[in-house]
């Protein structure tokens, strides 16, 4: 893949959508981690106004200042960034004391809520100052394994790299020379209060997941891990599939409305 080409084009899509769109630019939320760095780079070099928020909700120290290690070299080689830092963390242990225990001690309930808290912070942000939020999503975790938060970080305007699998997210990366921190950081959602990593969570590591989505081949052939890895792979394609297809409607039969 030609990593700066590609990301050539992706800013150039991204510079027509918000031209196409009316929109002043982009707003994006910067985790410290590879994706959204990537993104908000892309989105940078379109020349529009660019708006990164570090989000922190009982969020670990590393991952926090990684993210402000990216935006500082953004903001050094951008004058279209500028950012804000938002601590919800209050808003969000405000909302858990109205919730249930049963609700509130569910974790993966939890995590996912403080993805859409931070959606919601976007959003509001990013209509008052007429930006469009640019979601992080990678082709496996968005139309592989559903690994992201319905109404949460896949809640966004427009999806930059979402053609794009996690392997080739560092090739852009590592050919801007992205922050070192951040490109040797093992992924994470930061969703949980521990620092649990993507392939913990998910079994596999990303390079295994895209051989898995694009593997056509004769199962009887595979070595243990390879059969071992397309059973993780089908098993959350196929769990996280309503993340991945329209809203269902319920079309009422003509004749019922008569």
């Not at 990593?197 to 390079?207: C, H, K, R, V």
């Not at 071992?228 to 009422?252: D, G, Q, T, Y």
Request: hydrophobic share 40%.
């Amino acid at each position: 893949m030609n990593a700066i080409k590609v990301a050539e084009y992706i800013s150039g899509w991204l510079k027509d959508y918000a031209g196409n769109a009316k929109a002043k630019g982009y707003i994006i939320g910067v985790s410290g981690g590879i994706d959204s760095a990537v993104t908000s780079l892309l989105c940078a070099q379109t020349g529009l106004n660019v708006l990164c928020l570090e989000m922190n909700i009982h969020q670990h120290a590393d991952e926090v200042n990684r993210g402000l290690e990216h935006i500082a070299w953004l903001e050094k080689k951008f004058p279209n960034v500028s950012h804000l830092r938002i601590n919800i963390t209050e808003s969000f242990d405000t909302l858990c004391k109205s919730l249930p225990a049963q609700t509130t001690e569910h974790g993966l309930s939890m995590a996912n809520t403080r993805a859409r808290l931070r959606m919601t912070t976007l959003y509001a942000i990013g209509q008052s100052q007429g930006l469009l939020v640019a979601g992080t999503g990678n082709k496996v975790e968005d139309f592989g394994v559903g690994f992201y938060t319905k109404y949460g970080d896949g809640g966004v305007d427009v999806s930059p790299i979402a053609d794009l699998f996690k392997t080739e997210v560092y090739e852009i990366a590592k050919a801007f020379d992205i922050v070192q921190s951040i490109q040797n950081a093992a992924p994470t959602d930061g969703l949980w209060k521990d620092e649990r990593t993507d392939e913990g969570q998910l079994g596999a590591t990303y390079p295994e997941l895209e051989w898995a989505m694009q593997f056509k081949g004769d199962e009887k052939s595979l070595e243990e891990r390879q059969k071992e890895v397309l059973k993780i792979f089908r098993s959350f394609n196929a769990a996280n599939k309503h993340k991945m297809i329209p809203i269902p409607v319920c079309v009422i039969p003509a004749d019922l409305k008569i």
